[in-house]
C-alpha cells in the first residue's frame, strides 16, 4: 500500500482543481433579519471563488432552524442542492459557512460534488496568491491544520475491518492505519513548519529592536482585502507593491522608510488583508506577519469607501485588531477612493464613529497633506518624559520599563527606585499611580 505523503492533501481538494470549473454558492440563515446579511455575505464568497478561478453559476441562500448534526443543513435541502447541480451541472459546491470535517464527508455522498466550506476556499486564495518563502510557509503550515482533522476523507475507499484478531477482538483496517500514518507525517511537517516561520520571526524581531534602538516611529496599513493598502503604499514609498483589483493579492509585508514633511524618517509597513470572520488556521500561521500590525507605533486603518459594506469591512477590520489585542493601538482612519464613494453619508458616519479621520484617494494622491499632519500629530503623542516613584517589591514595572522605554536616570533609595524615562503613552498610563 503506498503512502499518500501530507505535502499534497492541501492540494487534492482544491489547489487540483481547473480553473473556470462551475460553483454554487450556498449560504444558511435562520432569521429573517440575518438574510439580507447572509445575501451580502454570499457576495463576497462570490469575489473569493472569482479570485481563485471559479466561476459562480448559481448562489442559494437556505432557511435553517437547527443545525442538522450529520450535514448541516436539513435532508430536503440536501436533495435540492443535489438536483440544481445535476440540471447546472455545476462541478463544485461552496458554502459560506465553516463545516465540520463528518459533514463534509456526509455531503460529498450525498450531493456526489466536491464540497468546500469558507475557510478551505480561502486557503486556497492565500496559496495561489503566497509569493516570498515566508508567505508559502505559512499557507503550508494553514493548510496542514485544516487538514489534520479530515485525514479520514482521504482513505475512505480502503477497507475496515472490525474482526479478525487471534482473540476475536477489533483489528484496524487499512484506512485506519493509513490515517494514523498520514498524521504522524503531517505532525512531524507541521513542527518543522513551526521552526522555519519561527527562525523568520526572530529574524524580524532583530529588525524591529534595530528600528526602535534608532527610535523610528513605524506605521502599519492595515484594513480589509483589496481596500487600497498596496496603492497607498506605493503611493508614499515607492515600494513597489504588486496592486491587482483581488481579494488578497498581497500577502507578503513590505516594510520601507519614508520621511514626513517635518523631516520625521518613518517606517511604513504594508500589512496582509483583513476579511470578516479570518479562519483561526490563517490567524494562528500568519502571526509572525500580522504581527507586523501589532508591534507597529501607529496604525493606518484604509477603508474603501467606494464599497457600499464599508461600514461592515471596517468593523471586521477591528474585530481581528482585537483578536491580536491591537486595537488599543493610535489608529488613523483612512477613507479611500473619495473618488468613487459609494455614499456621502458615509463619510459622517466615520468621522463621528471612527476618530482622526482623513478623507484620500491614494491613486490619485489625493488629500496626503491631511494624512501627514495627522501621522506627524500622531507621533508627537507616541512618548513622553516622566519621573516615578516605584516600591522595589514592583521591580517587574522596572524591567519593564527598561525594556519599553528610554531610561534617562535610574536611582535605588531604600525602599524605592526613582526613575526619568521616556516611555510611550500606552506605558505612562499603566505608570501614572507612580508619577511624582
Known amino acids: ?15 487540483e482543481i481547473e480553473k473556470n470549473k462551475s460553483a454554487l454558492l450556498v449560504g444558511a440563515y435562520r432569521s429573517n433579519k440575518e438574510k439580507h446579511i447572509r445575501l451580502e455575505h454570499l457576495e463576497e464568497l462570490k469575489s473569493l471563488a472569482c479570485t481563485f478561478g471559479l466561476q459562480t453559476i448559481e448562489k442559494m441562500l437556505v432557511h435553517i432552524r437547527k443545525i442538522e448534526t450529520s450535514t448541516y443543513i436539513g435532508s430536503g435541502k440536501v436533495e435540492e442542492i443535489r438536483d440544481l447541480c445535476e440540471e447546472k451541472n ?5 458554502f459560506d459557512i465553516d463545516i465540520a470535517p463528518h459533514q ?12 468546500i466550506d469558507r475557510t478551505e476556499l480561502i486557503l486556497g486564495v492565500f496559496a495561489i496568491h503566497a509569493r516570498s518563502n515566508e508567505s508559502k510557509l505559512q499557507v503550508k503550515l494553514a493548510q496542514f491544520k485544516y487538514e489534520m482533522p479530515r485525514l479520514k476523507r482521504m482513505w475512505t475507499h480502503l477497507s475496515r475491518q472490525r474482526t479478525g484478531g487471534s482473540s476475536g477482538g477489533y483489528l484496524k483496517g487499512a484506512g485506519e492505519k493509513q490515517i494514523e500514518i498520514d498524521r504522524q507525517i503531517l505532525k512531524k511537517k507541521v513542527s518543522d513548519l513551526q521552526k522555519e516561520i519561527g527562525k523568520i520571526k526572530e529574524q524580524r524581531e532583530l ?3 534595530k528600528r526602535k534602538k534608532q527610535e523610528i516611529p513605524s506605521f502599519a496599513i492595515i484594513g480589509y482585502t483589496n481596500s487600497g493598502k498596496s496603492t497607498l503604499m506605493n503611493a508614499l514609498t515607492d515600494a513597489k507593491v504588486l496592486v491587482e483589483n483581488k481579494l488578497f493579492a498581497t500577502l507578503d509585508t513590505t516594510t520601507r522608510k519614508y520621511t514626513l514633511p517635518n523631516q520625521q524618517q518613518v517606517v511604513v509597513t504594508d500589512t496582509v488583508g483583513f476579511i470578516r470572520k479570518l479562519p483561526h488556521t490563517l490567524i494562528a500561521a500568519f502571526k509572525s506577519t500580522l504581527e507586523e500590525a501589532v508591534s507597529a507605533d501607529i496604525l493606518i486603518h484604509l477603508v474603501d469607501v467606494s464599497n457600499e459594506n464599508a461600514k461592515v469591512m471596517a468593523e471586521a477590520s477591528i474585530e481581528v485588531l482585537k483578536e491580536l489585542n491591537a486595537d488599543k493601538k493610535p489608529i488613523i ?4 477612493k473619495i473618488d468613487e464613494i459609494y455614499a456621502q453619508s458615509f463619510i459622517t458616519y466615520f ?3 471612527y476618530p482622526k479621520t482623513v478623507i484620500i484617494s491614494a491613486l490619485k494622491k489625493e488629500g496626503f497633506e491631511d494624512l501627514m499632519d495627522k501621522m506627524i500629530y500622531e507621533i508627537s503623542n507616541l512618548r513622553k518624559i516622566i519621573k516615578l516613584k516605584i516600591p522595589q517589591s514592583y521591580y517587574k514595572l522596572v524591567a519593564e520599563i527598561i525594556k519599553e522605554g528610554r531610561i534617562i536616570s535610574l536611582n535605588y533609595e531604600e525602599n524605592d527606585i526613582l526613575i526619568e524615562a521616556e516611555v510611550s503613552k500606552m506605558l505612562q498610563t499603566k505608570l501614572q499611580m507612580f508619577e511624582i
Not at 482612519?333 to 479611500?336: A, Q
Request: aromatic content about 0%; glycine content about 2%; overall charge positive.
Open 1 to 15: 500500500m503506498s503512502t499518500k505523503d501530507p505535502i499534497d492533501l492541501g492540494k487534492t481538494r482544491l489547489l
Open 90 to 94: 455545476i462541478d463544485i459546491v461552496i
Open 104 to 115: 463534509q464527508r456526509n455531503l460529498e455522498r450525498e450531493i456526489k460534488k466536491t464540497i
Open 207 to 209: 529588525q524591529r529592536k
Open 333 to 336: 482612519t483612512c477613507l479611500n
Open 351 to 353: 468621522k463621528l464613529n
